[in-house]
């Protein structure tokens, strides 16, 4: 059964009658119904690029097999490549065209990296091995997009991925925002064979803008320390390197050229103790490696801070936090106000607590504190890292 919205696209295309769609039942229970049939009517009828690539989207998202079958094999049809890419005039009459070579079909393919890994990966493979699909750097960079989509990659996509980035090339780059992307153990172990594919100088901002985000993860630190241990030829990456598991600095982030990105790295105080050990150790091998005295402060500067966590789990207080986020829930509102006083007073250190409690809290109306109390201590906290 047709889609309202095809079947109006189509006849819109080709002059139906205006009664043609009258017994055809509301949108809202025919969306879920299979559009086996209506990209290859929709190509025919000459529809427009935009209205054809709705079209493509909801067979991709589509859970029938015959629906996602015939997107396939219309993903081998020139045809419908180039009319994707087609650019069309703008809606708002103001004159100009919309419509990016890829940008369609980057949506398009997206849409089929939200089945299940191995389903996506077996299409993404099948695309991988059409000439005519692959004869477009625009198409290759859209298949490539959506590999990274997938969670749990394929040796078979981490292979893809690999073959298409030849050294010096954009798509080498690409790579390791990819492999960061997808976030598994396999991905993540490749980065270190992609990082010494760039060329020297070239990859500054991999730690300062990506790598820098996953520094707390036991498979980050193993990255920094792979990397490391093999050796950085280039003084300054090697350098940036180091101080992007150990510091934070607000000049790595300049305001222009807008819009100013920072990045999300996440509070090492929520780092597990064999985390914090482990970034302990990779603060002993840098004495080993040539390093700027600028470098060297911010080991000591990191190494200070785990230190003082490490500490702080020592002291008992971290019980003491406990307490007070039990008392939130009290019956009596002297009780609570005076835990969220004592727990504004913790500041960061009871940031990692709070947010555990919020995942299983003892009532809404404790969630509903809990959360404040996050939201106003990390307010606070804002102020003392870059903006």
Not at 115 to 128: D, N
Not at 375 to 384: C, G, L, M, V
Request: net charge positive.
């Amino acid at each position: 059964m047709r889609s309202v919205f095809l079947t109006m696209v189509v006849c819109a295309s080709v002059g139906c009658a205006p009664n043609a769609v009258q017994d055809t039942p509301p949108a809202a229970t025919v969306r879920q119904e299979p559009v086996g049939g209506n990209l290859a009517r929709a190509l025919e009828a000459n529809v427009k690029p935009s209205d054809l690539e709705r079209v493509a989207i909801g067979a991709s998202r589509s859970d029938r097999g015959e629906d996602l079958d015939e997107l396939i094999q219309m993903l081998s049809d020139a045809r419908f490549l180039s009319k994707l890419d087609e650019k069309e005039r703008n809606p708002d009459g103001l004159g100009g065209f919309e419509g990016i070579p890829g940008r369609r079909l980057t949506n398009v393919l997206a849409g089929i990296a939200k089945h299940k890994p191995a389903a996506a990966g077996s299409v993404f493979l099948g695309l991988a091995r059409k000439q005519n699909f692959v004869s477009e750097s625009t198409r290759v960079e859209a298949l490539m997009n959506a590999c990274g989509e997938l969670k749990q990659p394929s040796k078979e996509i981490l292979d893809f991925l690999e073959a298409e980035a030849k050294p010096g090339t954009w798509q080498a780059q690409m790579l390791i925002r990819l492999f960061l992307e997808m976030g598994s153990e396999d991905s993540i172990a490749r980065i270190e064979n992609a990082f010494f594919t760039l060329k020297e100088g070239k990859s500054r901002s991999l730690f300062t803008h990506s790598l820098i985000q996953i520094r707390d993860q036991k498979k980050g630190v193993c990255l920094y320390r792979r990397i490391l241990e093999r050796g950085v030829k280039d003084d300054d990456t090697r350098n940036v390197a180091v101080q992007t598991l150990f510091d934070l600095r607000e000049e790595w982030y300049p305001p222009l050229p807008a819009p100013r990105y920072v990045p999300k790295v996440p509070d090492r105080r929520e780092a597990s103790d064999e985390i914090l050990g482990n970034l302990l150790s990779v603060a002993d091998l840098t004495t080993k490696l040539a390093l700027t005295e600028e470098s060297r402060a911010s080991v000591q500067k990191g190494r200070k801070e785990i230190e003082e966590i490490l500490e702080f789990r020592k002291s008992g207080k971290p019980a003491t936090i406990a307490k007070h986020i039990k008392e939130l829930d009290s019956a009596s509102f002297q009780t609570r106000d005076q835990a969220a006083r004592e727990l504004r007073a913790f500041g960061g250190w009871a940031i990692p607590q709070l947010r555990a409690a919020l995942e299983n809290p003892a009532s809404a109306e404790a969630r509903t504190r809990i959360d404040r109390l996050i939201q106003e201590i990390s307010k606070a906290q804002k102020k003392k890292t870059p903006q």
